[in-house]
């Protein structure tokens, strides 16, 4: 049974299971709630953590977020954002990276909002019975009548979608894989330990005191990153809402610095290891107030339990989905910080997603759930693959020795015509769900084609022909 040709009632639905409880699985959960399909979402953390730093978010996901009514209080609760400045590790300017022009692209200004921002305002379009915390999944299993989890707990949940959107070591992809090569159909790039190349401190101060920061008064965002000369580090800070500023620093690794690093590994975003590194970046300078402020004053203004060391890892998986379970976000591509978009991924991710699931009968067989996951890795493998590239190139600007010259003068010297031509092609992607009003679209850049859109759409016309009028 084709389930694209399949009218079927606005109350009969499949059953999804969302495995994580981060950005992705929140957004695929909040469209979700809106399509009117039954979802739960289970995450192992007992307890929300304020963590991580900033996103960055220009004009195309804002008619998503227009779409589902979250677009005014993100923007309200972020500040506008023109330019990305990079400067000299005597904080003399270096090179600027005008995002202002990609705003008319995409017919929305492009804001920067903290990660803990985001979150709340994700996790407010989820009724709180439907995420579930403390639930650890410690296996998967499948069969032409469903999919079903159990957890540490003993706790047992069935469905007839499982989504894994449980970050990059994820359990539900370490479940699926394991039976995947057990069956000799798992690739051999698959089959390798997930690596990664840098180790990264993320964090957001409490409020500061403008006077000692007068950046903080600007009502625009001022993204300020220093990429140092000679050293593997890079750290950026933004200036938030409510004189709140969010940084981070990478710590980009070789084959030595690798081996001191191996014993820390984690797929959580930890405080494990954060006071070692906060020591060593502390006399790191930063731009802004009067010229001396250094990483310590960020640090020393930041609560430690607010502080998380993490590591990064590159890798776009080959395999995403296995029968009824398919995985999204950082469970099957993670991209180096370098390439800015982890987060962006992660929605466009739930929107493709979203649009498919919604047009699933109820029951679906294991075929018809394939056939969409297929469709999902059609339309979103080629952005992952482009990004995790670009943000791997990106992320030589840290390398110490010629390379790290070499991409440092590139991006110093880019020119503005190829600036350009990267801001269209990402303002080019303004993804929409099919199953809600559209919104208009006010960019001047030519919208990408978007292949869940207009081949679900006519599915929700035809179940809702008044509506579509």
């Known amino acids: 049974m084709d389930p694209l040709n399949t009218a079927v009632s606005q109350d009969n639905k499949p059953k999804v299971l969302i495995i994580g409880a981060g950005i992705g699985g929140l ?140 970050g990059a070591y994820s359990a539900v992809r370490q479940t699926m894989y394991e039976k995947l090569k057990a069956e000799g159909k798992l690739s051999a790039s698959d089959n390798v330990p997930l690596p990664y190349s840098c180790v990264c401190l993320v964090a957001q101060t409490d409020p500061m005191d403008p006077a000692a920061l007068p950046e903080l008064n600007s009502e625009n965002c001022h993204f300020s990153t220093i990429h140092a000369k000679g050293r593997p580090y890079g750290w950026s800070t933004f200036t938030c809402a409510n004189n709140v500023v969010c940084w981070g620093v990478t710590l980009q690794l070789d084959a030595e610095s690798s081996k001191l690093n191996d014993t820390f590994k984690s797929s959580d975003w930890g405080p494990e290891g954060a006071q070692e590194m906060c020591n060593d970046v502390r006399d790191f300078p930063i731009v802004g107030g009067d010229g001396t402020l250094t990483l310590g004053d960020m640090i020393d203004n930041t609560p430690m339990d607010r502080i998380s060391k993490v590591a990064l890892e590159e890798k776009v998986f080959n395999k995403w989905y296995h029968g009824r379970t398919v995985l999204m976000g950082d469970a099957c591509h993670k991209v180096h910080p370098a390439s800015g978009r982890g987060a962006q991924l992660a929605i466009h ?72 031509l990267v801001l269209v092609k990402i303002s080019a992607m303004r993804p929409q769900v099919s199953f809600l009003p559209p919104v208009a679209d006010n960019g001047t850049v030519k919208k990408a084609y978007q292949r869940s859109l207009e081949m679900t759409l006519p599915v929700h016309n035809a179940r809702n022909p008044v509506a579509s009028t």
């Open 27 to 166: 957004m695929l959960g909040g469209l979700l709630e809106k399509a009117n399909v039954p979802y739960v979402i289970y995450e192992k953390a007992t307890e929300v953590k304020l963590i991580g730093s900033a996103v960055y978010f220009n004009s195309a996901l804002a008619p998503i977020f227009r779409q589902i009514g979250i677009f005014d209080k993100l923007f309200s609760l972020g500040k506008p954002c023109n330019s990305i400045d990079t400067f000299e590790m005597d904080r003399q300017p270096s090179f600027s990276i005008d995002m202002g022009v990609s705003d008319e692209m995409g017919g929305a200004k492009g804001f920067v909002v903290s990660r803990a921002v985001l979150y709340d305002v994700l996790l407010e379009q989820v009724p709180a019975e439907k995420v579930i915390r403390g639930k650890k999944v410690l296996s998967t299993s499948q069969d032409e009548n469903g999919v079903s989890i159990k957890c540490s707990d003993g706790t047992t949940a069935e469905g007839d979608i499982l989504v894994g959107a449980d």
């Open 349 to 420: 991710d739930a929107i493709t997603l979203a649009n498919w699931i919604s047009v699933l009968p109820a029951s679906p067989s294991t075929a018809e759930a394939e056939k969409i996951f297929k469709e999902f890795k059609i339309e979103r493998y080629p952005d992952a693959r482009d990004t995790h590239d670009q943000g791997h190139m990106l992320s030589k600007i840290l390398e110490k020795g010629f390379k790290g010259d070499t991409m440092r003068f590139l991006a110093k010297h880019m020119p503005a015509w190829l600036n350009r």
